[in-house]
């Protein structure tokens, strides 16, 4: 018999009837009507070619068939929930995989992880730059970040955000815009060009320019005063989402995280 016909159903039956010698207690162990008990009992009778019990004055007693395979039964049954527990340890695990591009890392997800890890000291987190789209199943990741307009084929959350900001050296830098690849500067031929918004908040703070950046990014530098905010915030159509697939986007453990980290 293939292991994906097993009566599970009829064998769990099976070892409640055993174990009470009655379809009534049997039932009521399973929540189930005492003929919906003798229905699967037949059934799986009738699948493995043997008559499992039969009925005596004296009640219900089990046939040497149904004796001969219980202790096997029982065995699998336990083996069955120990499997169950291993899957289930991965949901209280405190070890969390994360996806995110560089600077969004270095500019405001290891300090949102540096309070989480202070709160709770059994925390234990991976971190694996990326900047584009990731294959979860490859990376083994629970979560990831990302730049974008919605969370695309995964489940998401999107963080709060003022937009973006332009900012500068404290006090003015040059008038030079900073580019970044996505940025929304208007083309002048005196940009300074790097590699990632975060550079370009490193390259406001030294005084090269003004950087528009994510307002999320450079929140901790505007807070820290190495750069100042010209003008208002202005909206935008994209912002970093916490993504996952819907299998790890059910997890506890990320559950738990995405509240940490969107509160």
């Known amino acids: 018999m293939k ?4 009566p599970l159903n009829g064998l769990r039956v099976l070892d409640a009837a055993a174990r009470h010698l009655s379809f009534t207690r049997a039932a009521d162990e399973l929540a189930v009507t005492p003929a919906a ?8 009778e009738d699948t493995l070619g043997v008559v499992l019990f039969r009925r005596t004055t004296k009640g219900l007693e089990l046939t040497p068939e149904g004796e001969a395979g219980l202790a096997a039964l029982r ?3 336990l083996q069955f929930e120990e499997a169950v527990r291993a899957m289930q340890a991965g949901q209280t695990s405190r070890s969390l995989t994360i996806a995110a591009p560089r600077d969004l890392t270095h500019k405001w997800l290891m300090p949102r992880l540096a309070e989480i890890a202070a709160a709770d000291g059994a ?3 991976v971190l694996v730059a990326a900047d584009e789209d990731v294959d979860f199943t490859q990376a083994n990741l629970d979560l990831a970040i990302r730049w974008g307009a919605g969370p695309g084929e995964h489940e998401g959350e999107a963080l709060e955000s003022d937009g ?4 500068e050296q404290p006090g003015g830098g040059a008038d030079t815009r900073i580019s970044w690849p ?11 060009r790097v590699g990632d918004a ?5 390259a406001a703070a030294a005084g090269l320019g003004r950087a528009t950046v994510p307002e999320l990014l450079a929140r901790g530098d505007i807070a820290d005063a190495r750069v100042a905010v010209v003008g208002e915030p202005k909206p935008s159509a994209n912002g970093y989402w916490l993504v996952a697939p819907l299998p790890q986007w ?3 453990k990320v559950k738990v995280l995405v509240d940490m980290l969107a509160s």
């Open 3 to 6: 292991r994906t016909h097993l």
């Open 37 to 44: 008990v003798g229905q699967q009992v037949r059934a799986l």
């Open 75 to 77: 065995d699998g049954f």
């Open 123 to 125: 925390m234990r987190f």
């Open 164 to 167: 973006m900001v332009t900012v």
């Open 182 to 192: 996505g940025c929304l500067s208007e083309p002048d031929v005196s940009l300074v």
């Open 198 to 202: 975060g550079l370009a908040i490193d």
């Open 250 to 252: 059910r997890q506890k």
